[in-house]
């Protein structure tokens, strides 16, 4: 993928690493969390990244003007919730200390390494979750805007952080929650 990436373009300024996910079709009680699923979630949002970051770092290094990197981590890399969610938050709170490190390590090749982290954000993927009104309503009972996120809630906050707009920002995972995480 890169290196078609880099016949087709010659250079890559930035990366966005928004595969992820699986939550909701891997709910188990943490006690009996079972190792296929564990791999999984684990596969799907850690090694993913870190497997589409290298390489495409590496280009940056050899091109030395720099790059951004946004990861996409979750509010469930901080905060605990009443379901069986043990892989993913590992996940995220994996992903989110990978940017801190990042940032850290690769801040000297004038590569930007930034994170947001969204509550729920209505997509196919949580749509299951979402139907359910009980569910719902506990999650936006909590959510100080009074709703999920939407798509479009994601776009300005991915364009500032992978732009010269944020160009002294690195290391940073932003909420974009509608104020949950102010509340805890
Ligand atoms: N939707 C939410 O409520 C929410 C909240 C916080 C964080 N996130 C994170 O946002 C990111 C995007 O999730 P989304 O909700 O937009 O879901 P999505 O299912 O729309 O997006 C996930 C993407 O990953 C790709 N993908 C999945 N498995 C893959 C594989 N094996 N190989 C290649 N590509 C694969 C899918 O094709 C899809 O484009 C994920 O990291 C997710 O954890 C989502």
Redesign the pocket.
């Known amino acids: 993928m890169v290196a078609e990436t880099l016949d087709r373009f010659g250079q890559i300024d930035i990366l966005v690493n928004?595969?992820?996910?699986g939550?909701g079709k891997a709910l188990h009680p943490a006690e009996d969390y079972p190792r296929s699923d564990w791999d999984w979630i684990m596969e799907?949002?850690v090694r993913?990244t870190v497997l589409a970051t290298q390489p495409v770092v590496r280009a940056m290094i050899e091109r030395g003007a720099g790059g951004s990197i946004l990861n996409?981590?979750?509010?469930?890399a901080n905060l605990g919730i009443n379901a069986g969610y043990s892989a993913y938050v590992a996940a995220?709170g994996a992903i989110s200390s990978l940017t801190r490190q990042w940032a850290t390590e690769w801040a000297k090749h004038g590569i930007r390494v930034n994170a947001i982290?969204?509550?729920?954000?209505d997509?196919?993927?949580?749509a299951m979750l979402l139907q359910d009104p009980a569910f719902k309503a506990g999650i936006v009972n909590r959510i100080p805007l009074g709703r999920v996120?939407e798509?479009r809630d994601l776009v300005g906050p991915a364009i500032f952080l992978c732009s010269d707009a944020a160009s002294f920002v690195t290391g940073q995972v932003l909420g974009i929650d509608g104020g949950l995480t102010a509340t805890q």
């Open positions: 928004a595969v992820g996910g939550a799907l949002n993913s996409i981590s979750s509010v469930r995220k982290m969204p509550t729920f954000v997509t196919p993927q949580v996120g798509t």
